[in-house]
């Protein structure tokens, strides 16, 4: 309830009107108070901290390895998507059509994506079960509109926390609770204890964020014992959970873990899907698995994701054509199975991530941690590790290292929701070859050694 | 503020917690009252019902012509795009990143969309000032965002109005005012009314919408008095205009009108654009011109639409690359001026039009209205006109004239915001070609006449 108005104070407004061409400048905080934010500034600073640091090396992002993306495939999976539909009889009119005009509210390549689900998560769902989206973040704005009406409802997200799940929440002005992750992730009593508290307040706890397989930002994984348990839980203490699954993919061979989806008898999950890492960034293109049945007034039983069509409507009409048909391309080039096609990528990673680790331990032996105070986590695979270092590390330290050595990364306090990690950093590791990490690790190293311990 | 569960009667939810292995079944009305409430299905019904009646002919939606969309189109405007750079000495590896990674959150072709406007709308801001949006529909939703903070800040809407106003609106939680509209557009006293009545219940009016050009749905146009009069009514009442232009190109020669933006010296407009029209919908691409300057905490200045950055991060993350380098290839090809590009195409606009409104004086003559009770406005331009009917018009009378007749249209009464438009019907000529226009109209003149007058 704001009672300001949009003018600033040198420029009089209503009821007398300023002078004819004067012009209106605007009060930052008579803007919604998010806009002030500087916590609302994250993702920007994720996206665009390596263009704005050309020369550093960066750990800032979990932008994916890009070594092998070549300009013309661009054209070939739209070609490819183009032949599977005419294989599958579609008229030459109607493929245009999907690919220019306006389409279905919740996508066209829900069947393309029900079949890698079964082939890759063993998830089986029908088509109809399924949206598109313009990436994770549309698909968790869109759950977030549908499960949340009022102030009294508040949405339990692990913390630290991938960014975005928090600006989603904010956009809609929608409460947050962080529970805590250990070195395990989430423990599922932990989740319990917050939603009983949420109650004990007045206020219902309506869902749980989390993301099981190798966490943004602190590359944790939930143990499959926690996940059952975690499903109890939300049964229980009657959560939907939005189980966020960028980075499944790239475990080690024979290490993937079922997803919460999979395992979810009572449904319980929400699966928010992402091709940001398994096709690339720029299609931003997402998706959202509720197969929940809806009982409307009318007495007809839909899916969840139809009866949030109004929603997905109302964000974005739909979303973009090629961007789909690219993945539909790419999901048809690789039979409907993305493991086999990432098992090179999960590899690359996984070097990664063992570059990253020896380098750390090169420089910063575990034995003189008395004198340099530097440790970090060893996560199994994803895109993240993090670094605890003896010093608060916030956004002018980054920034600071990025100019003056040449690397940057992201302070972990910008991932907390509660405050927290001020002495962390997240080294995202994905976009670097090892010869860059080893470098990256070097200059790190110097900042670390150069930045006095307080 | 909901105190009803999640969970439906028959699965007994928290403390106890169903028995394992219940399936979770959600009550509709338990969701938020806008996933329940039938006008917010009007956007999947205007996209969708082309595709759910594929028999019949279709003036339901206002998709553009696409008599000359050809797949390789695709592939050229990217090439193009990527040349484009090239010409300006981007590196290979750095267009190549933009395509496929992570891109700026408000857009890469702002300064493509800045020489546009300056060709096409003599509309002269910095790239800064420009976001790129997922369609007018992210636009439209973080101008609101960014604009309204609190249940006591009211949105005024022209009524009849675009559905995707109000579906942003509802999103967001922002109270809506309506003002009709007559037959030459909004009327500036009206909104100056409407201002000062919510302004007289305790609330702030703080932005105005409207389509000022070939509105959706009625077809009317604001005259160039209006436009002056509505600039200095924004002022005096202290009101942001968001003005929604997806129709101003589609004008006669010579009878194009300046936009508010382009009239505007005081700041008071915000400009949405789209690319639906004059590029493709698939693309989803659109734009927010906001070269307002707001002022920070910390005394710095920069537009609006950098400040609006952080919600455009946390609805989108950033928009589809390929849908920019496609727009953007189309503008490098077009010298930045979609005008002459698009003469031919508004040449055949203007032909559906007069088609359109000579059947329906051959079916329904002016002098026998008292028998017929058919009546229709002329619009000079864009995509839309408004049909009276003798008889209410819902959306189960569309069904069944698209069912059993072969022509499906928009009940009108779809765009009201506060009810009317009942006996009004809105036909959307935009993508059939005159022979099935006009058996589209003889069809629709068979379903008149076989409806009871009432």
Redo the contacts between chains.
């Keep these: ?3 300001t ?4 104070p040198d420029a009089p ?6 002078a ?10 008579a ?7 500087p916590s ?2 994250s ?2 600073i ?3 901290t390596a ?1 704005k640091f050309p020369e550093a090396l960066s750990f800032s ?1 979990g ?2 390895y ?1 070594g092998n ?3 013309a495939d ?2 070939f999976h ?1 070609d490819r998507y ?1 032949k599977h539909l005419q294989e599958r009889g579609v008229p030459q009119q109607r ?11 919740n996508g066209f390549i829900q069947d393309d994506v029900a079949q890698m689900l079964r082939n890759d998560e063993d998830i089986d769902v029908p088509a109809e079960a399924i949206m598109i989206t ?2 994770f ?2 698909a968790a ?1 869109v759950a977030l ?9 508040v949405l339990l997200s692990v913390s630290p926390a991938y960014v ?1 799940i928090r ?2 929440a ?4 929608i409460p947050l609770e962080a529970v805590d992750e250990g070195p395990q992730g989430l423990d599922p009593e932990a989740v319990a204890a917050a ?1 009983r508290a949420v ?1 004990a307040t007045g206020r ?1 706890p ?1 869902a749980l964020y989390l993301v099981p397989d190798f966490s943004n930002p602190s590359g944790t994984v939930l143990p499959l014992q926690a996940r059952r348990r975690l499903l ?1 839980v939300a ?4 959560l ?1 959970i939005l189980e966020d699954n960028p980075y499944g993919l790239f475990a080690p061979e024979g290490e993937a873990m079922p997803t919460l989806k999979s395992l979810d ?4 999950v929400i699966y928010l899907g992402s091709f ?1 890492k398994s096709a ?5 293109l997402g998706y959202l698995v509720a197969d ?6 009318d007495g007809a ?1 839909r899916t ?1 994701a139809q ?5 997905k ?11 789909q048909a ?1 993945v539909g391309g790419i999901l048809a080039e690789n039979g409907h199975t993305l493991r086999p096609a990432t098992r090179e990528l999960a590899a690359v990673y996984l070097e990664r991530l063992q570059v990253t680790l020896d380098s750390l331990a090169e420089h910063f032996p575990p034995e003189d941690h008395a004198e340099h105070q530097v440790s970090w986590n060893t996560p199994r695979g994803g895109f993240f590790l993090t670094v605890e270092v003896g010093f608060e590390a916030g956004l002018g330290e980054m920034e600071r290292c990025a100019r003056d050595y040449g690397v940057s990364w992201a302070p972990m306090s910008m991932f907390h929701i509660d405050g927290g990690g001020e002495r962390q950093i997240r080294l995202g590791f994905s ?1 670097l070859a090892p010869e860059a990490i080893r470098e990256g690790i070097a200059r790190l190293a110097r900042f670390i050694n150069h930045t006095p311990r307080a």
């Design positions: 309830m704001s009672t108005t949009l003018s600033a407004n209503a009821p007398d009107g300023p004819d061409g004067d012009m209106l400048t605007l009060r930052q905080d803007l919604h108070p998010a806009i002030a934010d609302m500034d993702m920007r994720l996206s665009e263009m992002s932008a994916p890009d993306h070549d300009l661009l054209s739209i183009v493929i245009t059509r999907l690919l220019f005009q306006y389409g279905p509210v313009h990436g973040q549309e704005l509109r549908g499960l949340f009406s009022g102030p009294d409802e975005g600006g989603a904010r956009m809609l002005d939603a109650r219902r309506a109890e049964a229980e203490e009657d939907i008898t009572a449904g319980r940001a690339f960034p720029g299609a931003r929940q049945p809806v009982t409307g007034a039983t969840l009866e949030l069509s109004r929603a409507a109302m964000f974005s009409v739909g979303s973009s054509s090629l961007s690219v976009n």
